[in-house]
């Protein structure tokens, strides 16, 4: 999870800057890529280790998943749909942001997550951990302020700031709201974490297909489904795949904990490469304080977050 955060977010960023705007192709296919090759993956591994190779079992459990546990097929478009906007509103804002900025920000997401898991699932926060919530929003608040004095000196002239901040606190309550409910549904039920992707790519891919219909048809008639396509894209429509397995991994067989620490971590490296290969900003003292805030208010929740974390609440 971790070289898959941190290099999403970097790979995402340089492919959509290091190629001309006449040669830029379209968030919403990539996104659609994406559930795609997620649900091929899935198919294959839940055939492998779901079914043990067998068609005959693989029918059985795709049957039983999809038409007798309806109900619990439906319940999963709600995180699906919501995944599907979380993505495009990734490209939108690290389109518009550098990727050091776009991974602190998007660190809110703990805050949008532990009120969510706090409001849906009944369970308590220790007070370390509101603490740190405290600190992690100002910490926020510096990098923004950071940034903001300095972005007219770094940000081209197609990038908006404003309106990738926007994107990233939307993103971030999506998130929040999508992931705690993925994770009542992954530790409630007994279906594998194959099966469950299969289904969340199976309604992400009617939702993003849509999506591609509404916003972009016609760019996609006029320049191809494909256009602007090169090795960056295909490889961060690759990690963006593999991060919805990962995290259904995680999920299912860890908790926020290991979670949180992965963030953290993924933070450190992306906002260090971003500096040192994308140049996308200069270290200053108000950004490390407020990175460091973060950074360090990301490991004290995480470190503390037992009583919240994982789908037993008698952990």
Same mark, same amino acid.
């Given at each position: 999870l971790v070289v898959q955060n941190s290099s999403l977010v970097l790979m995402m960023r340089f492919s959509r800057i290091h190629t001309s705007?006449?040669?830029?192709?379209? =968030?919403?296919?990539?996104?659609?890529?994406?559930?795609?090759?997620?649900?091929?993956? =899935?198919?294959?591994?839940?055939? #492998?280790?779901d079914a043990a190779g067998s068609t005959k079992s693989?029918?059985?459990?795709?049957?039983?998943?999809?038409?007798?546990?309806w109900k619990e097929?439906?319940?999963?478009?709600?995180? =699906?749909?919501?995944?599907?906007v979380q993505n495009n509103l990734q490209y939108l804002a690290s389109s518009n942001l550098p990727a050091d900025v776009?991974?602190?920000?998007s660190n809110l997401k703990i805050v949008t997550t532990a009120l969510l898991t706090v409001v849906m699932l009944g369970r308590s926060l220790r007070p370390t951990q509101w603490g740190a919530i405290g600190s992690l929003t100002v910490g926020i608040a510096i990098v923004q302020l950071s940034f903001a004095s300095s972005a007219s000196a770094r940000a081209s002239a197609s990038q908006n700031p404003v309106?990738?901040?926007?994107?990233?606190?939307?993103?971030? #309550? #999506?998130?929040?709201?999508?992931?705690?409910?993925?994770?009542?549904? #992954?530790?409630?039920?007994?279906? =594998?974490?194959?099966?469950r992707n299969i289904q969340l790519s199976f309604i992400g891919?009617?939702?993003s297909g849509l999506a591609c219909y509404a916003?972009?048809?016609?760019?996609?008639?006029?320049?191809?489904?494909?256009?602007?396509?090169?090795?960056t894209v295909y490889l961060t429509i690759c990690l963006s795949a593999l991060g919805g397995l990962v995290v259904a991994i995680v999920v299912k067989f860890a908790d926020n904990v290991v979670k949180g620490f992965a963030t953290a971590i993924a933070l450190v490296i992306s906002s260090s490469a971003s500096m040192g290969v994308l140049h996308d900003s200069e270290f200053t003292v108000m950004f490390l304080l407020g990175a460091s805030m973060v950074l360090g208010s990301s490991v004290i929740y995480s470190s503390n977050s037992g009583s919240i974390s994982g789908g037993d609440s008698s952990k």
């Open positions: 705007p006449d040669r830029l192709y379209l =968030s919403s296919t990539a996104v659609l890529c994406a559930e795609i090759l997620k649900l091929f993956v =899935s198919v294959v591994f839940s055939f #492998i280790f693989f029918k059985e459990i795709i049957n039983g998943e999809f038409v007798v546990k097929f439906a319940m999963l478009g709600v995180p =699906s749909a919501l995944y599907v776009y991974q602190v920000l309106f990738g901040f926007l994107c990233i606190l939307v993103m971030v #309550i #999506i998130s929040g709201f999508a992931g705690v409910f993925f994770e009542k549904v #992954i530790k409630t039920t007994a279906a =594998s974490i194959w099966v891919i009617l939702i916003r972009d048809r016609e760019n996609i008639s006029a320049k191809g489904f494909f256009h602007g396509y090169d090795w």
